[in-house]
């Protein structure tokens, strides 16, 4: 049993930075990597963001070259630099823990870019 909490979410100008957080709680164990999810008013979810417990990490390519993914192990908590934000970017954002046992959503933090 894994709880997951982002934060971090707010309204944000265009060109400005935030950073979000998913802080993990609970029987953490046998974990594959740790996703950022997000999801557009009328659109579809989709991956912004993967780090495996290797320490690789995935993007994709709206967000190459202006989020980073990173995580610090001693706070149990995973983070999602964002840079340069667009108004493309709104949306809710949420954390996605995978195990061998099962994946684990958060339940999200809203971002909006807007002037």
């Known amino acids: 049993q894994v709880q997951l909490v982002e934060s971090g979410g707010t309204l944000v100008q265009p060109g400005g930075s935030l950073r979000l957080s998913c802080a993990a709680s609970?029987?953490?164990?046998?974990?594959?990597?740790t996703n950022w999810y997000r999801q557009a008013p009328g659109k579809q979810r989709e991956l912004v963001a993967r780090?495996?417990?290797?320490?690789?990490?995935n993007y994709a390519d709206s967000v190459k070259g202006r989020f980073n993914i990173s995580r610090d192990n001693a706070k149990n908590t995973v983070y999602l630099q964002m840079n340069s934000l667009k108004p493309e970017d709104t949306a809710v954002y949420y954390c996605r823990l995978d195990s061998i046992l099962g994946n684990y959503w958060g339940q999200g933090t809203e971002v909006t870019v807007s002037s």
């Open positions: 609970g029987s953490i164990f046998s974990v594959v990597a």
């Open positions: 780090i495996t417990t290797g320490g690789s990490t």
